[in-house]
T-cell receptor
Framework: NAGVTQTPKFQVLKTGQSMTLQCAQDMNHEYMSWYRQDPGMGLRLIHYSVGAGITDQGEVPNGYNVSRSTTEDFPLRLLSAAPSQTSVYFC?????????????FGDGTRLSIL | AQSVTQLGSHVSVSEGALVLLRCNYSSSVPPYLFWYVQYPNQGLQLLLKYTSAATLVKGINGFEAEFKKSETSFHLTKPSAHMSDAAEYFCAVSDPNSGGYQKVTFGTGTKLQVIP
């Protein structure tokens, strides 16, 4: 099992460019989420999904879009990149609604916006 | 609203010494609590979790944590630090009664340095 796979691992963008961060999981998990990790701030929830076709906003959704057309994939789109979006982005999945189940994380995408 | 406070963004210990990483939570109900570890250039991995069973929870790599309701704490300990324990550690909390997605709130992390 690959678990949660994120691509690309690294990316440099110019301000105003758009891009999609890919996330795929092979565990048939219903729940998926995107976090950003910034120094001294821990992980902050951007968007999440409780199943195909269902998404919702997290703590810091501005500037990002998501969609969930399949159980396996949960891409994150940056509409118009800004330097404030320089961060490490993690995708995570969880098998059940009940949050006593741990999340499975990808290895992250390190994004720099110039 | 739930929250997590990790005291000390950086902790240094000597190899073989006790590791103690502090976590205090705020929650209106008995929460679920987690400790995750992050090695450089990797995602987070679950160390252990508390889900209202035994208050002393044992995890991987010799780590354990004790849930203390009276102190609203869930500190992580390991009797003897190993060089391979150098990593960043995150405490996380969720409210089992929040319904729906049941969001997980992470602390700001503690970087553990192990000195030879």
């Amino acid at each position: 099992n690959a678990g949660v796979t994120q691509t690309p691992k690294f990316q440099v963008l110019k301000t105003g460019q758009s891009m999609t961060l890919q996330c795929a999981q092979d565990m048939n998990h219903e729940y998926m989420s995107w976090y950003r990790q910034d120094p001294g701030m821990g992980l902050r929830l951007i968007h999440y999904s409780v199943g195909a076709g269902i998404t919702d906003q997290g703590e810091v959704p501005n500037g990002y879009n998501v969609s969930r057309s399949t159980t396996e994939d949960f891409p994150l789109r940056l509409l118009s990149a800004a330097p404030s979006q320089t961060s490490v982005y993690f995708c995570a999945s969880r098998g059940r609604a009940n949050s006593n189940q741990p999340q499975h994380f990808g290895d992250g995408t390190r994004l720099s916006i110039l | 609203a739930q929250s997590v406070t990790q005291l000390g963004s950086h902790v240094s210990v000597s190899e073989g010494a006790l590791v103690l990483l502090r976590c205090n939570y705020s929650s209106s109900v008995p929460p679920y609590l987690f400790w995750y570890v992050q090695y450089p250039n990797q995602g987070l991995q679950l160390l252990l979790k508390y889900t209202s069973a035994a208050t002393l929870v044992k995890g991987i790599n010799g780590f354990e944590a004790e849930f203390k309701k009276s102190e609203t704490s869930f500190h992580l300990t390991k009797p003897s630090a190993h060089m391979s324990d150098a990593a960043e550690y995150f405490c996380a909390v969720s409210d089992p009664n929040s319904g729906g997605y049941q969001k997980v709130t992470f602390g700001t992390g503690t970087k553990l340095q192990v000195i030879p």
